[in-house]
């Protein structure tokens, strides 16, 4: 058993559209200041920083840590689609549980462009491309942007196995616009009806414009530091990771001609699965979940792959709301991807600046009543996916 792993700062700027946003070293710097000063640490504590971001050269995160200071430690720039700040997380905490630094600073950031996801995976060497080559081989679905279709795909396959409306999914969409107009930190906060975002325009059945996560810039940071480090700078009861797993694809993610395999399903649940029992906790300790809806599809389906209700049950869980507040568990109280927004690097830090204040209290208007026990779920094709369990005593 390692050293526990205590988030003791977050921080993030909000969230905006393409050529809205500052650059990304500043971004990333205001963000990184506003977690060092939630931690009341100094950057000189900082012993490791770690920066994750999908687009951008190849030392960004020197760029954008160098803006706090040059103390000369190490910087290690991460990348991993989607899944990026999660990822970078992961390896931060592996650095304090395993003894080599008492106090390290995580940072995801992106400076996104207009028509992100369709315009940026033009190059075949990307997953997402030689995933949408192999199902269009399999299911012989029309060109669309690669990552609309698979997920667009898993919704339809879904749809044909349970029966599933197609209201069921905007239904989704309805709630993060909700949570999302007490966020202000989200992009979107106009709520919306039902009824108009299935009027939006269809971007692959059964997705509609509204069910989708806008490209977006904007940064988030967290500091980690050890039990030890908590202790000699008098912090008290800090949120800490109880657990934390890592997966990367299966061989069922190819071959059982299954969109659902092949856009994450079987990581997401081995992940859930390990990190549950790691902390020693199940679905149902948990009372706020920040999970992956970079389409509502995958919210729907991320619902059952973490446990949060049965196989085929997810639409019963969306109509009963038992994904909000006085349901079994709030998901999404930021708004999540679809409103909040999806700096692909960001999100990862961003979701768990939001589980941190939920459970210190300090979510406002987005409180979950009685918050003890957090998960966060960070999908990214090609792939790679990060369960995190959060806790305060």
């Not at 393409?18 to 205001?30: H, T």
């Not at 400076?111 to 996801?117: C, F, N, S, V, W």
């Not at 768990?352 to 094709?381: K, S």
Request: net charge negative.
């Amino acid at each position: 058993m390692g050293n526990r792993v205590n988030v003791i700062g977050v921080g993030m700027v909000k969230f905006q559209k393409p050529g809205a946003s500052d650059e990304y070293n500043v971004m990333a710097s205001n963000a990184a200041r506003a977690a060092l000063a939630d931690a009341g640490v100094a950057y000189s504590d900082i012993e490791q920083a770690y920066a994750g971001y999908v687009y951008g050269d190849s030392t960004c995160g020197q760029r954008a840590i160098y803006e706090l200071g040059l103390t000369g430690i190490p910087v290690f720039n991460v990348n991993n689609n989607c899944s990026t700040g999660s990822t970078a997380l992961f390896l931060a905490r592996q650095a304090i549980e395993g003894g080599l630094a008492q106090c390290v600073l995580v940072v995801g950031f992106e400076q996104m462009e207009k028509g992100a996801l369709g315009a940026k995976y033009n190059d075949r060497t990307n997953p997402l491309e030689w995933q949408a080559d192999l199902m269009n081989r399999v299911q012989g679905f029309a060109q669309a942007p690669p990552a609309a279709q698979m997920f667009g795909g898993a919704g339809r396959e879904y749809r044909w196995k349970h029966g599933t409306k197609r209201e069921t999914f905007a239904k989704i969409s309805q709630k993060a616009r909700k949570h999302a107009s007490k966020n202000p930190y989200a992009l979107f906060t106009e709520q919306l009806s039902v009824e108009e975002i299935m009027a939006a325009p269809e971007v692959f059945d059964p997705l509609t414009r509204y069910q989708c996560c806008p490209p977006t810039c904007g940064a988030a940071a967290a500091v980690l530091a050890s039990d030890d480090f908590v202790k000699r700078h008098g912090l008290k009861s800090p949120v800490y990771i109880a657990a934390q797993a890592m997966t990367t694809d299966f061989r069922t993610s190819f071959e059982e001609d299954s969109m659902i395999k092949m856009v994450g399903y079987d990581m997401a649940e081995a992940a859930a699965r390990q990190a549950y029992e790691r902390a020693g906790l199940g679905p149902k300790d948990v009372q706020v979940v920040e999970l992956h809806d970079c389409f509502t599809a995958n919210e729907l389906l991320t619902y059952e792959a973490l446990g949060l209700c049965g196989p085929g049950e997810a639409e019963r869980f969306i109509w009963d709301e038992g994904n909000t507040y006085g349901g079994a568990v709030v998901t999404n109280p930021s708004g999540g991807l679809l409103s909040k927004g999806h700096p692909l690097g960001a999100t990862g830090l961003a979701q768990c600046t939001e589980l941190v204040w939920q459970l210190r209290g300090q979510a406002e208007q987005r409180q979950v009543e009685g918050a003890r026990v957090a998960l966060q779920h960070n999908l990214g094709l090609g792939g790679a996916c990060v369960v995190t369990i959060y806790r305060r005593d």
